[in-house]
């Protein structure tokens, strides 16, 4: 049962259907030839053209409007059961409060019978304006999300379940499933959640093996790297675990690029990551934890990808507000689009917030030299899983609405 929701997860995965628009899928943004992200400092959702670090903001009136605001993270491993919050900022977590299993955005509006925190979270980008809804007026998806959050999703529900294919597909897949007319949204969100547990699991790495006892696993210089890494360098702090991360929030002063994400009541293009969430002061600017595993190969780096390599992101924990100061727009991998320039670079360009941002640091200087930053990136290096890049399914040749899969 279980492999048979990850098969039709694969491609429900990769189909446009799910988009308002018919144009984009999660593959744009977490596609198998980018260890499961999109090569870019911060997503092009609906309106773009191209997938990868090639994507482009398209053009005319179908323009993008806004960047997505974050960077699209790999989903390494996100299917173990440590992990239960998701999202940078933690926005979705396991919770009884609403009676549906889960604290979302959607508060008692997610449906019930979602099996695991990743099924709940495959329904928020199809709702998403710049992600995959569309904007109003354009479709019926984006309209309907206009009224309220949970009005689009019988119609997605009703647009893959009348494609033949899929209805049977859902039939064979789920014990309480006898006609194609009884899928909802749910079972789309639990097959999402199937595929990306199991075709995202990967625990084959140099450090896997040298942990299980191989004294031959780890060059010197990843040997090198572990011992600063559990040791004076402090990053076990944080990223500790199977997983490396303590699935906690903290600011590490990341350059403020892109428009943000705005609040009811704070319409400026900032991002305070975890307070936007919690409504509590001291988590301003904190984000997630992120896991460390395949790092190698989710390049840029950060919640909002301001390091493109991971010697910079590394540099940056040991001096924050030096490494700060030194930044340039430059790093940042932001396909062209002239007409949001403006916010591109708004907040970092306000002296009043950023020192507010400064003053937000979580994480203790800490000196390394060039030869220590060598060491710390080849132990990240040997986080790469010697399967990582040859996963159980892979991307589909084709999908079932026939609409073209990249
Ligand atoms: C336009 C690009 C885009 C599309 C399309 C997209 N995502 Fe994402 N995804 C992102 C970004 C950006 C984030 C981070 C958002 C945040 O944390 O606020 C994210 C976060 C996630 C996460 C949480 C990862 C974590 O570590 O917390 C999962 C899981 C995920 N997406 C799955 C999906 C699925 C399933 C779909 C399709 C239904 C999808 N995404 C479509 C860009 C995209
Ligand atoms: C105080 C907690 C803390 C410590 C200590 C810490 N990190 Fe981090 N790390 C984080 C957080 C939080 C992020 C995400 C920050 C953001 O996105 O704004 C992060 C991000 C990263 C990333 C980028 C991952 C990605 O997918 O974008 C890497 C690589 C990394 N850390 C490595 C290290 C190394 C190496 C050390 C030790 C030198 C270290 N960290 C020490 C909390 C910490």
Same mark, same amino acid.
């Given at each position: 049962?279980?492999?048979?929701?990850?098969?039709?997860?694969?491609?429900?995965?990769?189909?446009?259907?799910?988009?308002?628009?018919?144009?984009?899928?999660?593959?744009?943004?977490?596609?198998?030839?980018?260890?499961?992200?999109?090569?870019?400092?911060?997503?092009?959702? %609906?309106?773009?053209?191209? *997938?990868?670090? =090639?994507?482009? /903001?398209?053009?005319?009136?179908? &323009?993008? !409007?806004? #960047?997505?605001?974050?960077?699209?993270?790999?989903?390494?491993?996100?299917?173990?059961?440590?992990?239960?919050?998701?999202?940078?900022?933690?926005?979705?977590?396991?919770?009884?409060?609403?009676?549906?299993?889960?604290?979302?955005?959607?508060?008692?509006?997610?449906?019930?019978?979602?099996?695991?925190?990743?099924?709940?979270?495959?329904?928020?980008?199809?709702?998403?304006?710049?992600?995959?809804?569309?904007?109003?007026?354009?479709? %019926?998806?984006?309209?309907? *999300?206009?009224? =309220?959050?949970? /009005?689009?999703?019988?119609?997605? &529900?009703? !647009?893959? #379940?009348?494609?033949?294919?899929?209805?049977?597909?859902?039939?064979?897949?789920?014990?309480?499933?006898?006609?194609?007319?009884?899928?909802?949204?749910?079972?789309?969100?639990?097959?999402?959640?199937?595929?990306?547990?199991?075709?995202?699991?990967?625990?084959?790495?140099?450090?896997?093996?040298?942990?299980?006892?191989?004294?031959?696993?780890?060059?010197?210089?990843?040997?090198?790297?572990?011992?600063?890494?559990?040791?004076?360098?402090?990053?076990?702090?944080?990223?500790?675990?199977?997983?490396?991360?303590?699935?906690?929030?903290? &600011?590490?002063?990341?350059?403020?690029?892109?428009?943000?994400?705005?609040?009811?009541?704070?319409?400026?293009?900032?991002?305070?990551?975890?307070?936007?969430?919690?409504?509590?002061?001291?988590?301003?600017?904190?984000?997630?934890?992120?896991?460390?595993?395949?790092?190698?190969?989710?390049?840029?780096?950060?919640?909002?990808?301001?390091?493109?390599?991971?010697?910079?992101?590394?540099?940056?924990?040991?001096?924050?507000?030096?490494?700060?100061?030194?930044?340039?727009?430059?790093?940042?991998?932001?396909?062209?689009?002239?007409?949001?320039?403006?916010?591109?670079?708004?907040?970092?360009?306000?002296?009043?917030?950023?020192?507010?941002?400064?003053?937000?640091?979580?994480?203790?200087?800490?000196?390394?030299?060039?030869?220590?930053?060598?060491?710390?990136?080849?132990?990240?290096?040997?986080?790469?899983?010697?399967?990582?890049?040859?996963?159980?399914?892979?991307?589909?040749?084709?999908?079932?609405?026939?609409?073209?899969?990249?």
């Amino acid at each position: 049962m279980e492999s048979a929701q990850a098969r039709l997860g694969q491609l429900l995965f990769y189909d446009k259907i799910l988009s308002g628009n018919r144009n984009v899928s999660c593959g744009t943004c977490h596609h198998h030839d980018h260890g499961g992200g999109d090569g870019l400092s911060l997503g092009i959702g %609906e309106g773009g053209v191209g *997938v990868g670090p =090639r994507r482009t /903001a398209g053009t005319g009136p179908d &323009a993008i !409007r806004k #960047r997505v605001p974050r960077n699209a993270p790999g989903l390494w491993n996100l299917g173990a059961r440590e992990v239960e919050t998701l999202f940078h900022d933690g926005r979705l977590s396991r919770s009884d409060r609403f009676g549906n299993g889960f604290d979302t955005p959607a508060e008692e509006w997610l449906p019930p019978g979602l099996a695991t925190p990743l099924a709940a979270q495959a329904l928020f980008p199809l709702v998403a304006q710049f992600e995959m809804a569309g904007n109003p007026r354009e479709n %019926e998806i984006a309209g309907a *999300v206009h009224d =309220r959050i949970d /009005a689009a999703w019988p119609i997605l &529900a009703k !647009r893959v #379940r009348t494609i033949p294919a899929y209805g049977g597909m859902f039939v064979d897949a789920f014990d309480h499933i006898e006609r194609p007319e009884q899928v909802s949204i749910v079972e789309i969100g639990n097959a999402l959640g199937a595929f990306i547990a199991s075709e995202w699991r990967n625990h084959d790495s140099p450090f896997d093996h040298h942990l299980a006892g191989d004294p031959t696993a780890l060059s010197d210089a990843a040997r090198a790297g572990m011992d600063l890494f559990y040791g004076r360098a402090g990053c076990a702090t944080c990223h500790a675990g199977p997983l490396l991360t303590d699935h906690g929030f903290h &600011a590490l002063a990341l350059p403020q690029i892109g428009p943000g994400r705005t609040r009811r009541f704070d319409p400026y293009p900032r991002d305070v990551g975890r307070m936007g969430e919690s409504d509590r002061l001291e988590d301003a600017y904190r984000f997630r934890t992120p896991s460390l595993r395949n790092v190698a190969l989710t390049a840029p780096y950060g919640h909002n990808g301001a390091y493109p390599t991971l010697r910079g992101i590394v540099a940056h924990h040991a001096d924050p507000l030096g490494a700060l100061d030194r930044w340039t727009p430059d790093l940042a991998r932001l396909p062209e689009a002239p007409w949001l320039s403006p916010a591109d670079f708004a907040a970092a360009a306000d002296p009043r917030e950023a020192a507010r941002h400064r003053r937000a640091v979580d994480i203790t200087a800490v000196a390394l030299s060039d030869a220590d930053l060598d060491a710390l990136v080849a132990f990240l290096k040997a986080l790469t899983g010697d399967t990582a890049r040859t996963r159980p399914l892979g991307r589909p040749h084709a999908v079932p609405s026939g609409l073209p899969v990249d």
